[in-house]
């Protein structure tokens, strides 16, 4: 039987012995390549980890010390520490192990933490409670793949450092990497830290003066000690040269290290020295990415950051390449309208990659901004750019720009500026959970005034929509689309002004409205309604905001109008429709189809949205009793 096997919680790591400690290490790894690599999900933050996490149970009394971690893709070693580890072959499957801390699995986990540079402010919160509570009790933030470069860590540790009383550990994940390598000033103080200090450690000149030094000192007469104590001192100051604690300390936050983060002894010393401080405490330690798993140690882009099914001894993927993405598309058609106009610029949130950002990046680097993950300064650099008379595109996951709607509202509408919001994964995403479903989006950019908003129902509308939005001067425009590959081509079989109209039948009384990707099941909506003798109209207005008067006079004559929308159906497209057309005194019946306001768990994105009501059957059943009801007749339903 493994070490791993007989650890069914936190409290049977106290007995073990280093080199015990070492072995679980090592079987900890094997276990998450082998069972990451059936699942998929984020396995290069977790390698990275495995030392640290063991010595933060070995150290802390979880769950009464409170361990938070930032982000939570790092948290899967705890979920194995933690009496989980049967349930890793349901890894973000539907019902199964969340990829992210969850409240509902396990009391271990505090914080459902799966948007970066939160947790310094929840821990914030946890250890004044605490304080007030007089409980007996430790929190612990865990920070790494870049979250110290956004700025509510910094807001955070503002606060942190006048409290003075509060038992707060702080524990520096640095790996320097978020995706890619970690940019900014701060990553880069931080990750060329251990290479200063080892370096002058190392030098033999400075072990041999200090040496000499030393030897001097002690012989002198009286106050030789007294020396040897400036002597000792004179080698902090040199350390306090280099190191960030001076950073830190002159906040009122204690600083400790670095250390080595695969070195558990290291760990727990430096931990335990944490603990009985009284006081914040900042604990760095340094970490490989992908540690132990040799394809993830020189996979370049991104140490295997998160990952599909692949090999667990190759790192090869296991599944065909998939097939043409809407990121693609995207990346392809920036690169091409880059080459074109100079005044087009690119910014990520430190997502090059996952964004398709990378293709612009290779062709005009001195064009492309990695800010790191912080939305809101890309946002507001963004309107600044624009404002200098470029034209920047901003490539983002769509659940990531809820953090930066004020930005959005006050820096880049209110000054009329033309910044393009290319919002990726938005709608149902499926495995990745309720953090990283894109339904707030569309919502909440409807609120912004002269904000222009489109959902491409195709690669070709993608490509019309991008060329578009560039050319917009004193406004922002949005293009979200989701993270599933590209559909097959939707032509249009007529236009009714800027309407795209994709379906039509005689004597239609049913207005569809699809967005996006959901065009498909619009037109499968119409199609079925023909079927049983309802005439039906399925339009894509093609750019939702503003709304357009040639839908709003196709609605007018229709006797019912659905929208179907990958969005939060309060605030949404449809909503929007019903208030234009509410104010114009259009009395046609509507309803919206789209994301209920709830959290909506894991799960595989064709049933999440089966089980939601956002299938093509399920609709259509729905208008055919409407119109049936108000004929009076029997009701009719339409085959599944």
């Given at each position: 039987m493994s070490l791993l096997d007989e650890i069914n919680g936190p409290e049977a790591l106290s007995d073990l012995t280093p080199e015990q400690l070492q072995q679980l290490a090592e079987e900890i790894r094997a276990f998450l390549i082998t069972n990451v690599s059936r699942t998929g999900g984020h396995l290069g933050p977790n390698l990275g980890v495995v030392e640290l996490t063991i010595a933060l149970h070995r150290i802390f009394d979880s769950p009464k010390d409170a361990i938070v971690f930032d982000t939570g893709h790092q948290s899967y070693v705890h979920k194995v520490l933690t009496g989980r580890k049967d349930q890793?072959?349901?890894?973000?499957?539907?019902?199964?192990?969340?990829?992210?801390?969850?409240?509902?699995?396990?009391?271990?986990?505090?914080?459902?933490?799966?948007?970066?540079?939160?947790?310094?402010?929840?821990?914030?919160?946890?250890?004044?409670?605490?304080?007030?509570?007089?409980d007996d009790r430790f929190v612990v933030a865990v920070v790494g793949d870049g979250a110290l470069t956004g700025g509510m860590v910094w807001e955070?540790?503002?606060?942190?450092?006048?409290?003075?009383?509060?038992?707060?550990?702080?524990?520096?994940?640095?790996?320097?990497?978020?995706?890619?390598?970690?940019?900014?000033?701060?990553?880069?103080?931080?990750?060329?830290?251990?290479?200063?200090?080892?370096?002058?450690?190392?030098?033999?000149?400075?072990?041999?003066?200090?040496?000499r030094i030393k030897q001097l000192a002690r012989k002198t007469p009286l106050v030789g000690e007294?020396?040897?104590?400036?002597?000792?001192?004179?080698?902090?100051?040199?350390?306090?040269?280099?190191?960030?604690?001076?950073m830190f300390s002159d906040l009122g936050i204690k600083y400790l290290g670095p250390i080595n983060g695969h070195d558990i002894e290291a760990v727990e010393l430096a931990l335990a020295q944490a603990k009985g401080f009284g006081g914040p405490v900042l604990v760095h330690c340094i970490t490989q990415k992908g540690r132990g798993f040799k394809a993830a140690e020189e996979h370049e882009q991104d140490r295997f950051h998160a990952v599909g099914q692949i090999d667990e001894v190759t790192g090869e993927p296991l599944t065909d390449t998939p097939a043409r993405t809407w990121t693609d598309a995207f990346g392809d058609e920036l690169a091409r309208i880059g080459a074109i106009d100079e005044s087009v610029v690119a910014i990520t949130a430190a997502?090059?990659?996952?964004?398709?950002?990378?293709?612009?990046?290779?062709?005009?680097?001195?064009?492309?901004?990695?800010?790191?993950?912080a939305e809101q300064h890309a946002v507001t650099a963004a309107a600044g750019l624009a404002a200098g008379g470029m034209h920047p595109v901003f490539a983002v996951y769509a659940t990531f720009l809820n953090r930066a709607f004020d930005q959005v509202l006050m820096d880049v509408a209110l000054h009329r500026q033309g910044v393009t919001f290319v919002l990726d994964r938005a709608g149902v995403t499926g495995p990745d959970g309720p953090s990283h479903n894109g339904m707030w989006d569309a919502s909440l950019v409807g609120l912004v005034p002269g904000l222009r908003l489109?959902?491409?129902?195709?690669?070709?509308?993608?490509?019309?929509?991008?060329?578009?939005?560039?050319?917009?001067?004193?406004?922002?425009?949005?293009?979200?689309?989701?993270?599933?590959?590209?559909?097959?081509?939707?032509?249009?079989?007529?236009?009714?002004?800027?309407?795209?109209?994709?379906?039509?039948?005689?004597?239609?009384?049913?207005?569809?409205?699809?967005?996006?990707?959901?065009?498909?099941?619009?037109?499968?909506?119409?199609?079925?309604?023909?079927?049983?003798?309802?005439?039906?109209?399925?339009?894509?207005?093609?750019?939702?905001?503003?709304?357009?008067?040639?839908?709003?006079?196709?609605?007018?004559?229709?006797?019912?109008?659905?929208?179907?929308?990958?969005?939060?159906?309060?605030?949404?497209?449809?909503?929007?429709?019903?208030?234009?057309?509410?104010?114009?005194?259009?009395?046609?019946r509507l309803r919206e189809f789209g994301i209920p306001q709830e959290f909506l768990a894991q799960g595989n994105r064709g049933q999440m949205l089966e089980e939601i009501g956002l299938s093509a059957a399920q609709i259509a059943r729905y208008a055919t009793e409407v119109v049936s009801a108000d004929e009076g007749s029997v009701r009719i339903t339409t085959a599944g």
């Open positions: 890793f072959g349901s890894l973000r499957q539907p019902g199964g192990l969340s990829g992210y801390p969850s409240r509902a699995e396990s009391p271990h986990d505090w914080v459902e933490n799966s948007h970066a540079s939160t947790a310094l402010s929840w821990a914030d919160g946890l250890a004044k409670a605490f304080r007030l509570r007089g955070a540790l503002n606060n942190i450092a006048v409290s003075g009383d509060e038992r707060l550990v702080i524990v520096v994940n640095d790996n320097g990497r978020s995706y890619t390598p970690t940019v900014g000033g701060i990553a880069t103080q931080l990750s060329s830290l251990g290479k200063q200090l080892a370096a002058i450690r190392t030098d033999r000149r400075y072990e041999r003066t200090l040496k007294m020396v040897y104590g400036l002597l000792h001192g004179f080698k902090m100051g040199v350390k306090d040269v280099l190191a960030p604690q001076g997502m090059l990659h996952p964004t398709g950002l990378d293709k612009f990046a290779r062709h005009f680097p001195e064009r492309t901004f990695d800010v790191g993950i489109t959902s491409p129902r195709d690669e070709q509308r993608l490509g019309e929509a991008l060329r578009l939005a560039v050319t917009v001067s004193d406004a922002p425009t949005v293009l979200r689309y989701s993270k599933e590959r590209l559909p097959e081509p939707i032509p249009a079989v007529q236009q009714r002004g800027d309407v795209d109209v994709l379906f039509a039948s005689q004597r239609p009384r049913v207005l569809v409205v699809g967005y996006g990707q959901l065009c498909d099941t619009a037109v499968d909506v119409g199609r079925r309604l023909a079927q049983q003798g309802i005439g039906a109209t399925v339009v894509d207005p093609v750019w939702a905001l503003p709304v357009s008067p040639d839908l709003l006079a196709l609605m007018a004559a229709h006797e019912l109008v659905v929208t179907i929308e990958d969005n939060g159906v309060v605030g949404g497209m449809g909503a929007r429709l019903g208030q234009e057309a509410r104010a114009l005194g259009i009395e046609t």
